[in-house]
């Protein structure tokens, strides 16, 4: 019988019975008692200054040391659920299971004094002042093992990392105090990261005797970034389980307080979780809340009581939960646990405790917190507090666990390296990242016959589908390519790119916005009947057995979906993963992925990926935010091979280019610059045989002879401007190259297409792009080099601070400029 029916004697409560509870329901939290040092007042409320005996039990369960925000969710199940759960008498703990707690507490304490100890000096982020983490993760993990879960994607910043590699992912502590010894720092030279971001795997061993794999993701110190990036990780591990991969997988997600407030991608990542191309079951979220970011009070951190509030936008449960009642903290976690597997949906736990320390070891915070750091100087650490409640003497264990931290330490002194923390799943051994060399690449042509079946099923659609007239038209022109009656564009290179490979058993998935029909009309992966909505997938009816096919539209957002889309292709390397911006320019709101994981994950962490950035970009008058995908900060970010970044300037060099991020065996990230009017210029359209043709050509020749006396150098859609200006000028002495992959260099075709113009004078470098940006400062030293004493200038826009004209006019007369200058000849006289 729960606690309310025993104090409510009637069956159907009254009328004023039931306002009492739903007061308690909606506003308890406001009251609880969530702070162990009472820094946190509770909220003078008139709704719960009532007594009498309901009144009484309602206080205790939601104004105790649970406070739970569940009355902004509109499902009313959802809600019964909760409050059941809340209201039922809680069983008290018994004594193993405080044993057990009483074990975590004084582990996570004594571990850090240890490091304390022995590294004086050193950061490590103690977790001390919130050692409920601890059985706070057992009690999620084993739940969410009595509901099957067989690995969980953890992620988490720098406060108590160590201490959670160790005591719940499993790596053993002289493995961590090894990363303290740093023995041998030529292995990690220029590379490598430090010990309280990278990542970890191992196994966590449930109270049911069973193990779930832990798998502890690399962060870099941008707060909050990693969240997407662990749902995108733990999406690629459900898709591969398929039916049942989500109670299969669970994502933990650690939070500070100040940074899940303050981060935009905490609510971007929350906002993708119930939509379908990104729903992992519900991921769990943690906030380690010890009312202070750095030395930022949370009055100044954000404008609401609880730094949680931003996950209210969503229909999901807040715990928040007093972090020195340790039993409650267990409870809370079950709950938590219980609840995500219950629905399938998001939970919060805010867990409120202190930071013992500054905000590292090194740090002092009592010049910023004086009165605060006062009282904590004076509090009992957990574990004394907890094992005088149970009646336990701690000492022995306390005893005992320094002995084991002292063994680790000496085992740590003598491992010769820093170990590897993490394995990683074997789906990963065909693949590998390191340097580029010639050898890694593989004939990406199809047949032609194979090429046209493969059209004609990208054309079909089932009988008693209501076409869209335009859609229908372009599906006829696309046959019409497949069967070599007319050139093929962008849009069907593309997916024939996609059909080819699902056929050969690759999976692909794309997301971006609008991506499905495709910011410029141009990709149409679902039709969509236009008397019901229904859809269909063309590409997910290429062959029985082929790969699987996503297409989403994806939510407004660019950090988090390109940090999930990121997180998927680490955990899928056999799949084209793709995401796609809606304007190349809008990537720089994914800059933290962009600059953190996809460009620095190789050289810190050893992690690869194969994600694929498709970029719209060009000069087509659009104004200055429609223009740019800013080459130039993607070179800058290139160096020992770590990225891929090419222009395609035609539909079969697009289609190649596709085909062989999936083929061959090197896992790096993709930059594409895709095209905007391009997508549809005959100048950039291909024929079945240049698909058909071995590979993706990193410099497009000029088609001459090789005599001419100047040639131009460019990237992308400008050299097609050049080619129709030159063929309108009939010159004959000047002669355009493409260069379709701007990383890794093409050193040797360049140079060897260089060579072969013996009698050139000079070397241009033509771009679109003010001489502030473009490729041109990456270009000018490597042609001047290749050059062999020979004259290299270039032709650009004059400098600027913002990427485009925002007149059109003013672009055509730019733009007619740009050409007349490329062709104007100043060193023949
Ligand atoms: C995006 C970003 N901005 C600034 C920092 C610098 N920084 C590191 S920790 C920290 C405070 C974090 O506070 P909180 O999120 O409450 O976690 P806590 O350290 O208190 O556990 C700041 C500002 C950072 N790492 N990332």
Not at 508 to 531: C, M, P, Y
């Amino acid at each position: 019988m729960s606690r309310q029916q025993a104090v409510i004697e009637s069956a159907a409560p009254t009328e004023s019975q039931a306002r009492i509870w739903d007061a308690f329901r909606r506003w308890g939290y406001l009251q609880a008692n969530l702070d162990p040092l009472g820094d946190l007042k509770p909220v003078e409320l008139p709704e719960l200054t009532v007594s009498g005996p309901d009144a009484d039990a309602a206080r205790k369960i939601y104004c105790g040391t649970i406070g739970v925000e569940f009355m902004h969710i509109p499902d009313p199940e959802r809600r019964r659920w909760i409050e059941e759960r809340m209201e039922s008498e809680a069983a008290p703990t018994p004594a193993p299971e405080q044993k057990a707690i009483l074990d975590r507490l004084v582990r996570a304490e004594i571990f850090e004094q240890v490091l304390q100890t022995r590294y004086l000096g050193t950061k490590r982020y103690s977790l001390e002042g919130e050692a409920a983490l601890l059985p706070l993760l057992d009690a999620i993990l084993n739940a969410a093992s009595e509901h099957d879960a067989q690995q969980a994607v953890l992620a988490m910043s720098h406060r108590g990392r160590l201490n959670v590699m160790v005591h719940i992912v499993g790596r053993p502590a002289a493995e961590v105090f090894a990363k303290f010894e740093d023995v041998d720092p030529r292995s990690v030279l220029g590379g490598g990261d430090v010990k309280y971001h990278i990542g970890a795997t191992g196994e966590f061993h449930a109270a049911n005797g069973r193990d779930i794999g832990m798998h502890l993701a690399s962060n870099p110190s941008h707060l909050e970034a990693v969240d997407p990036v662990a749902v995108g990780r733990a999406r690629a591990k459900q898709t591969r389980i398929g039916e049942g991969g989500t109670q299969a997988i669970v994502p933990v997600i650690m939070h500070g307080d100040a940074a899940f407030a303050g981060q935009g991608i905490s609510a971007e990542t929350l906002n993708m979780a119930g939509v379908e191309g990104y729903n992992v079951g519900g991921s769990v979220h943690i906030i380690v809340n010890n009312l202070i970011g750095f030395t930022t009070v949370p009055r100044e951190s954000h404008s609401s009581r609880f730094s949680s509030d931003l996950s209210k936008r969503l229909p999901i449960p807040i715990f928040h939960v007093n972090a020195e009642d340790p039993e409650a903290v267990a409870r809370v976690g079950r709950i938590a646990a219980d609840y995500r597997y219950a629905f399938g949906s998001p939970v919060v736990v805010d867990l409120i405790g202190y930071r013992k320390h500054g905000h590292s070891e090194v740090d002092d915070p009592t010049i910023t917190q004086p009165l605060r750091y006062k009282k904590i100087q004076a509090h009992q650490p957990l574990w004394q507090i907890y094992a005088q409640k149970i009646g336990v003497d701690a000492e022995p264990i306390v005893e005992k666990v320094r002995q084991e931290l002292d063994a680790a330490q000496k085992e740590a002194e003598e491992l010769e390296k820093n170990p590897p923390m993490r394995k990683l799943p074997a789906y990963w051994n065909p693949y590998r990242g390191g340097r580029y060399n010639p050898s890694l690449e593989v004939d990406t042509g199809v047949p032609e016959a194979e090429l046209m079946a493969t059209g004609e099923a990208l054309a079909s659609y089932p009988d008693g589908f209501h076409i869209h007239p335009k859609v229908k038209k372009l599906l006829e022109q696309r046959l019409e390519m497949a069967r070599g009656k007319r050139p093929l564009d962008f849009g069907m290179a593309e997916a024939l790119a996609f059909g080819t490979l699902l056929k050969q058993g690759t999976p692909v998935r794309l997301s971006g916005q609008d991506s499905k029909r495709g910011t410029f009309n141009q990709r149409h992966a679902a039709l969509i009947d236009i008397e019901n909505e229904k859809e269909f997938i063309p590409l997910q009816h290429v062959a029985p057995n082929q790969g699987f096919f996503e297409a989403y539209n994806s939510t407004l957002s660019e950090a988090s979906v390109l940090g999930f889309e990121y997180g998927f292709s680490r955990d899928y390397p056999e799949a084209l993963v793709l995401w796609e911006a809606q304007f190349g320019d809008f990537a720089n709101g994914a800059q933290i992925i962009i600059d953190q994981f996809i460009a620095a994950g190789e050289d810190k962490w050893n992690l690869l990926s194969g994600v694929v950035l498709l970029l719209p970009h060009g000069y087509e008058g659009q104004g200055p935010e429609h223009s740019s995908a800013r080459i130039e900060r993607f070179l800058q970010l290139a160096a020992r091979d770590n990225i891929q970044i090419c222009q395609p300037s035609t539909a079969a060099q697009y289609f190649h280019l596709l085909r062989r991020q999936a083929m061959r065996s090197w896992r790096k990230p993709l930059v594409v610059f895709t095209p905007k009017s391009m997508l549809r210029t005959p100048a950039s359209s291909s024929t079945l045989a240049e698909l058909s043709a071995a590979r993706f050509r990193p410099v497009i020749p000029d088609s001459g002879n090789g005599t001419a006396t100047r040639v131009l150098l460019c990237t992308g859609k400008i050299g097609h401007e050049l080619e129709a200006e030159r063929k309108r000028r009939k010159d004959d002495s000047t002669a355009i190259v493409f260069v379709e992959q701007l990383y890794p260099f093409p050193e040797a075709e360049l140079a060897a297409e260089m060579d072969r113009h013996a009698n050139a004078r000079e070397f241009v470098w033509v771009q679109e792009e003010p001489a502030n940006m473009g490729a041109l400062a990456f270009m000018l030293p490597r042609l001047e080099r290749l050059a062999r004493g020979r004259s290299v200038r270039s032709v650009k826009r004059s400098a600027s601070a913002s990427p485009a004209t925002g007149s059109h006019k003013a672009h055509e007369m730019e733009q007619k400029t740009l050409l007349t200058v490329a062709f104007a000849n100043p060193t023949s006289k």
